[in-house]
């Protein structure tokens, strides 16, 4: 199983330096890969609260954010031969074709090192601000996604959709990767993991919210979808984002109800253990709200020690 790590663009920690110490010695100890995320704005109002925060606001490191793709140029700029990976881009944020040129140009100048993880987005503030309507997201994402491929695969790009017109136009660069950049999409709903499989993804790209039995059984769902539609489920991968949390001490000692990836560096590493059992392929660590992710050096050595979990 491949391990990643979550680059420190967002907060306070977010600089030229840290990115850059954290890339090149991610690099040095054989980290698989550099990971980076996507936050439009922080909203002083938000129409649609954050799930994951008692009082619905973002968590105060989205106040800044170094925006992903540029964050990856200079980190391929500056490394040779690590992985990079968006976990994820809302990609309804953007221009079907501009993004796909952006992503492109990133493989290309990465030598075919890049990941590319899309979600469909889910803040109304953040559609708002894309002048994008929070209606028809499914159907608009369905043909971003055509378009995307199109623009990677095809000598000459047309498309007339609902959302999206392109004339008959030459588009380059072409991705290094063939047939193309491998495209993992996030999410949770139905919807998501059927169009995982009928969308020919590379696979599913998750993030551990629940007991891992849940993301067994959702990956089994996923490879019984493939197989109805007559597609090889082993060609679809399961890349899992993942938030340790390091409690060397005290509560939270003992296996009775802990969650995954909670605990003392060996019961963490027994869950990454368990998740390489069931079929994870790549899995990314990202620190950004637990103690240690205000230190950059510390969020290597502990994901160093992870790294003999993962193999």
């Not at 100890?29 to 619905?56: C, H, M, N």
């Not at 994820?88 to 952006?102: E, K, Q, T």
């Not at 100048?109 to 993880?117: K, V």
């Not at 409690?247 to 060996?266: A, L, S």
Request: hydrophobic fraction near 40%; charged fraction near 25%; charge should be neutral.
């Amino acid at each position: 199983m491949k391990l990643g790590i979550i680059l420190p663009q967002a907060g306070n920690i977010a600089n030229r330096e840290n990115i850059l110490r954290m890339a090149q010695s991610a690099e040095a100890v054989k980290i698989d890969s550099l990971w980076v995320f996507e936050r439009l704005l922080w909203p002083i109002k938000p129409q649609t609260p954050y799930p994951a925060t008692p009082d619905g606001y973002l968590p105060e490191e989205y106040q800044i954010m170094f925006d992903p793709l540029q964050t990856l140029g200079f980190v391929a700029a500056k490394t040779t031969k690590i992985q990079l990976g968006t976990s994820i881009l809302d990609i309804l944020f953007h221009n079907p074709v501009m993004l796909a040129r952006s992503l492109a140009t990133l493989d290309v100048l990465s030598e075919g090192s890049l990941i590319a993880g899309f979600g469909l987005g889910w803040m109304k503030d953040e559609y708002q601000a894309s002048n994008i309507p929070f209606t028809n997201k499914g159907k608009r994402y369905d043909e971003f996604l055509q378009i995307i491929k199109k623009t990677w695969l095809d000598d000459v790009v047309e498309f007339k959709g609902a959302f999206y017109n392109i004339p008959d136009s030459k588009i380059g660069p072409k991705p290094v990767q063939k047939p193309h950049i491998p495209i993992y999409l996030g999410g949770y709903s139905p919807d998501t993991f059927s169009r995982t499989i009928e969308c020919d993804t590379s696979g599913w790209l998750g993030i551990l919210i629940d007991p891992i039995e849940n993301i067994e059984n959702i990956m089994n769902g996923i490879r019984e979808r493939a197989k109805k539609l007559y597609k090889n489920p082993d060609n679809f991968k399961i890349i899992l984002l993942t938030c340790p949390q390091i409690i060397e001490n005290g509560r939270n000692n003992g296996n009775e109800n802990r969650f995954p990836m909670c605990g003392t560096i060996d019961q963490i590493g027994s869950d990454i253990k368990r998740l390489r059992s069931i079929g994870i392929d790549h899995m990314i660590v990202g620190y950004s709200f637990s103690p240690m992710g205000k230190d950059v050096d510390r969020m290597l050595e502990t994901t160093k020690q992870f790294l003999e979990f993962a193999k």
